[in-house]
């Protein structure tokens, strides 16, 4: 069999993975297979696209052909794929096919859509491809609805506000950011929405969505009915497992992979939102980007561990801008906590005083590179 290497996805994670597979070898053949057109475009913009008036063709970067001819690959667009026949060590797409020697996975994640009366009017927002089917209706929008408080639903309020929209936030937990932080700290943020404006239903959780003749009507679990144009669901990402699943890959939350990124078939292997490390999903860029470099050298020979410092993640609410690094969910940690007018500093240390966690806001973010190292050695 030619000396081949398929990549299933064409998102951030498979490019960063060509680019650095074409910097050891200019010439093993690469073939790309994407369920959509395969353009280039950044996800983080989808954070500011209506503070920016952007369409979601706006955010393209690359075409998928120039993409394909500054890397020497093979590129399959708007092509899903049916089947992984393992023993044959061929990828299925209806009735065409692709042989492989090495099959990475790269297939991403969904976002959530709750299992609830009325869930069809509820949009998603995690690809240009939603936006784009959904971008007309937003952009009218007035009054929104976001559901979920986390990283994505935050940096979502922040921007639909900042655009003139009147939004309300709904989410199980008591405080904003719950997954990645004590509440004590994410009150800053919290406090931030209140004062612009930004109606936080908190406790709370989304029972149906109605139609009505001028918009629709979200009833809560408390009771209230909000009047709304447009509802948001941003409550987690699911990792896309079916295909390996289907193939009889390992699979639990995601996609199990070992510290080489190799699946439970050793000519497989996964990388970016839809791989499982050590227990963990790790839906951020760092890794995918650290794990492209790993996963390359290995699809060319080698036997790389991946190995993951300590990752920096900011959220992107551009009127109280946030930085977090570390173990923030311990329950151990002592946190110190210091306030003034250039924001928040929180430092999280466990009992031998070593440094385990920080998150940092406005103008202490300056610091967050300097923590960073201490966090890592």
Not at 83 to 106: P, S, T, W
Not at 291 to 318: H, I, R
Request: contains cysteine; charged residues 20%.
């Amino acid at each position: 069999m030619e000396h081949n290497i398929v990549i299933i996805g064409a998102g951030f994670a498979a490019r960063q993975l060509i680019k650095n597979i074409r910097r050891a070898d200019k010439q093993v053949p690469v073939t790309l297979i994407a369920a959509d057109s395969a353009d280039d475009y950044n996800k983080p913009d989808l954070s500011h696209v209506f503070t920016q008036k952007q369409g979601a063709d706006d955010l393209t970067r690359q075409s998928a052909a120039q993409f394909a001819a500054e890397n020497n690959l093979t590129v399959v667009s708007n092509t899903r794929v049916t089947a992984i026949d393992r023993r044959n060590k061929r990828v299925v797409c209806g009735d065409r096919f692709f042989d492989y020697e090495k099959l990475v996975l790269a297939t991403g994640a969904q976002a959530i859509l709750p299992a609830l009366p009325g869930s069809e009017w509820i949009f998603t927002f995690n690809s240009q491809n939603e936006y784009r089917q959904n971008q007309d209706a937003l952009q009218s929008a007035k009054q929104i609805v976001v559901l979920g408080g986390g990283l994505i639903g935050s940096e979502l309020a922040m921007d639909l506000h900042r655009a003139g929209k009147q939004v309300t936030m709904v989410d199980r937990s008591h405080s904003l950011l719950a997954s990645v932080m004590p509440a004590e700290i994410s009150s800053r943020l919290q406090h931030k929405f209140s004062q612009m404006g930004i109606q936080l239903a908190l406790n709370n959780e989304l029972e149906s969505v109605a139609k009505t003749a001028d918009g629709l009507n979200v009833s809560l679990k408390n009771g209230l009915i909000i009047r709304a144009d447009a509802v948001i669901a941003a409550i987690g990402l699911k990792p896309e497992t079916a295909l390996a699943a289907d193939a009889g890959l390992h699979t639990q939350r995601g996609i199990v992979v070992n510290g080489q990124l190799q699946t439970s078939d050793p000519a497989i292997y996964a990388l970016g939102d839809c791989a499982e490390i050590e227990g963990r999903i790790l839906p951020f860029l760092q890794p995918a980007q650290i794990g492209a470099m790993t996963l390359a050298k290995n699809l060319m020979g080698g036997a790389e561990t991946l190995n993951l410092p300590a990752m920096l993640v900011k959220v992107k609410t551009p009127d109280l801008p946030l930085f977090f690094a570390g173990e923030t969910t311990r329950t151990d940690l002592s946190w110190g906590i210091t306030f003034n007018g250039q924001g928040m500093m929180a430092k999280g240390r466990d009992g031998q005083n070593q440094l385990r966690a920080f998150i940092a806001s406005e103008e202490h973010t300056k610091q967050a590179f300097l923590l960073l190292r201490e966090l890592s050695v």
